[in-house]
């Protein structure tokens, strides 16, 4: 039979088309997980169908997570949840229910049904509706409950909202266990008509928001019977932004209020705190469906403000005074918190007069525009007419280039003046940004040359003080030197006691040496020196004390136990003699000679190390084959000449 080609890729293209399509419907066919699931912070077991398509993982059909650990609850407290629902090619989509719970048993069980069933106490919250593509839809509640012995004792907070695929709708109540909110909103999402705020318990609302197509026209609050109108953007017609009720929103309110005099009620509060609690619990469900699949579960409830945007250029003079700002702020924080300026302002004229002028700028030039940079943080400059903005900065009249200070010396009151002397010009009586980046370089040039003037003051003083710190730590090192060597010297031999006279002797020298300084800096300098010597020398006398005790240490360590045949006996016999006599007879008066002649503070580190290399250097020659070493010093009463031989290097060569 003959077949070509063309013949059997006929035969075979029905096949592997067949066999595409099977692969295909196999890619995307429903598949079903039962295990351990971790979302977020959220650890149970979980029951979830999914389908893969092209590599890709996607949540499909009902879903179920939960946790309940009996053993906890019995033990102290359990925290339980169990979130069910389903997906749609990995969105929410459908009813969901969401229950958290944090129990504890109150150890009291009954059997009901051939079941043991425990009473518990704690809090649970409950959240239900529907979810169109990851985004609320329909009616949502959210419900918080205080349980006791299982029963639900008291509502801690109830949210009930309306959504059209994410966009709250018509009426809301939110409450807790002290106060209850009640709005609508537009179709679009927007705050209308009244929101009223309620007091547990109140017939009437204490503070009702007035909305007019997102716009909060005003604010009445009832206190006592007492009405109170505030009005708020009800006379504005200009542009408008449409933000979220938010933080935010409620300090573009205050600054609008600030800004226009206006005295009366200070938005936000309770209804603030009201609506972050309920943005909270929504947060908490966007997290979990966030970290499942595609979810965009916030609420937005939406108003209009006033705007007046930002151009590049004010951007730009925003950034200049920024920077500005931080320099000087920098400056006059430094030199207001200083402790050597606030003691030297009581004495000194010129000090006290810059102290006050820095004081002067910084209330009148850099207070004024921390509050600017601080609505910019907030992001709510924009909101707020820029010239009524900068005007509000101040509570009283503009600072001018003249800065009049009083200055009190000795209850004396005098006034003097500070101007920068430059030939700049700075007019910074206009109410727009670039008056504010003049004020700003005004205020950095004055006090960058206060800061140049003090430097030099302070910084004699500052050495002033630093001398008679140095001073009182030197004389307490004296004394405690001092005191070491007279409690040392009582126990130790004559030879002993002669060396650490002369040291303490060296003390006091040095100290009247030190005493003949007059100028400033070589007097910091040797003082410095002094203390480290000081130092040194207490450890040079400690080590000097031990000199004694050291050579009873070497002579024992020396000794060999032999047996003595005319005494049938054993006894302590020297070895390596030559060693401990030279040690003894040639190192030991070299160190004692070195205190006593020629001493020189910058020796007492070196002639320490050498005295502690040698002790330990001896130490191990008693366990070396030292015979060549022993001819060598047979001779030899010269000391460096003997260090060499042990090994040691003598500092005092480097000398």
Known sequence: MNCTYQSIKKQLW???????????????????YKGELIVGKYQGNADYGYKIIDGDTLLNGSFRLKKANLDSLLKKQD????????????????????????????????VIDYQYRVAVSGVQEEARGLILKGKPDGNWTFEVSKIEDSKVAQTLFKSNITFDNGIPQKNFIIENDSITLAGRFLRNGLAHDEWSLYESFGLSASENWLFSNGVLNQIETELDGVVTITPIYGKYSGDTKILNLDKKYIQAIALYQLI????GVKAGGEMQRLLEENAAYYKKIDAILSELGESSFLPEFKVKV????????????LNRIKTNYKTSEEISTSFLEDTQLNILKLSNQDAAFNYEVIKKITEDFLNPVSKLLAYQNQEIVEFAPRNQLISGLWTSEKPSTSIEVNVVIDSTKTLQTFSLDSKEEFDFTNTNLESLVQLSEYALQSLTIIENKLKAKLTNSKRKQELISKEEELIAQQKTLQSLIDSVIVDSPSTIRTVLKKLKKHTEESLVSYALLTDLEPKLLKAQKLLVCYQQLEVLAKNIAKLPEQEEAIKERYKDRVWNPFMATLMDEEVKKRIVTAYKRVLVPYFLEQVQEDFRCRKTADLNILMNNTQQRMLELRTENTSKLERKLRKINDPLTVFELLGIQPSSKEQ
């Open 14 to 32: 029905p096949t592997l088309l067949l066999l595409f399509l099977c692969c295909q419907a196999k890619a995307q066919e429903n598949l079903r």
């Open 79 to 110: 925290y339980s949840f169990d979130f069910s629902g389903s997906f749609f090619n990995n969105f929410p989509n459908g009813a969901w229910s969401f229950r958290f719970g944090e129990f504890q048993s109150n150890n009291k069980s009954q």
């Open 260 to 263: 226009n005099d206006d005295a």
């Open 306 to 317: 006033p705007y007046f945007p930002l151009t590049d250029d004010e951007n730009q003079l």
